[in-house]
């Protein structure tokens, strides 16, 4: 019962390093979402999957690129990481149901970038 | 999007219920309400969502006033491992491309 599986679940950074953040979901979900909470606030929206084969902009998609490598696996890559992107990030996934689904949220990657 | 309001925080004690608001006053008629919460250092959880009529699970209970411009979380006996953030969010019907959007929710402390 994995559910969402994020790696890794800690990462430093130096300015200008790239990497990406893998997240896959074993509860053969349509959609799949990438969010980062920074400190004190509320999560936002990078990108999104709404099915496979499909990726949309959320509220903060500058400085990401995505990646729907399949029905369970939805990757967010970061090319050259800035201290602006120091956050933590979480993936989720859901059925499409129009609204009529939960979603179900990975523990997180800790990102710090220096 | 549906414009929210839920307080700051509240305060409850422990084994007793709490009940945590959520104003939605521009909900659309097939948007449904979502509340997660979420406890320190952890991701978000789901605890329950609800189109029209009051909702029950074994995690909390949902009311949802008529006009659907209003919500309230139940939590029946709230329990120190309950204290987090709890985040009410109308999701937007959008044919099969809904977006939970965040505000920044109700911390609850729990008093032992």
């Known amino acids: 019962n994995a559910g969402v599986t994020q790696t890794p679940k800690f990462q430093v950074l130096k300015t200008g390093q790239s990497m990406t953040l893998q997240c896959a979901q074993d509860?053969?979900?349509?959609?799949m979402y990438w969010y980062r909470q920074d400190p004190g606030m509320g999560l936002r929206l990078i990108y999104y999957?709404?099915?496979?084969?499909?990726?949309d902009k959320g509220e903060v998609p500058n400085g990401y690129n995505v990646s729907r490598l399949n029905k369970r696996e939805f990757s967010l890559r970061l090319e050259s990481a800035a201290p602006s992107q120091t956050s933590v990030y979480f993936c989720?996934?859901?059925?499409?149901?129009?609204?009529?689904?939960?979603?179900?949220f990975g523990s997180g990657t800790r990102l710090t970038v220096v | 999007d549906a414009k929210t309001t839920q307080p700051n925080s509240m305060e409850s004690n422990e084994e007793e219920p709490v009940h945590l608001p959520c104003n939605h006053s521009?909900?659309?008629?097939?948007?449904?309400i979502h509340w997660y919460r979420q406890l320190p250092s952890q991701g978000p959880e789901y605890v329950i969502h609800?189109?029209?009529s009051n909702v029950n699970n074994r995690m909390a209970s949902l009311a949802i006033a008529e006009d659907r411009k209003s919500s309230t979380l139940i939590l029946h006996r709230a329990t120190l491992r309950d204290a987090a953030v709890y985040y009410c969010?109308?999701?937007?019907?959008?044919?099969?491309?809904?977006?939970?959007?965040f505000g920044t929710g109700t911390r609850l402390t729990i008093i032992p």
């Open positions: 609800g189109l029209t």
């Open positions: 969010i109308p999701l937007i019907s959008n044919f099969g491309n809904e977006k939970l959007t």
């Open positions: 521009t909900i659309s008629g097939t948007d449904y």
């Open positions: 999957s709404a099915s496979e084969g499909t990726t």
């Open positions: 989720a996934s859901t059925d499409n149901e129009g609204g009529n689904y939960g979603y179900t």
């Open positions: 509860m053969n979900h349509n959609s």
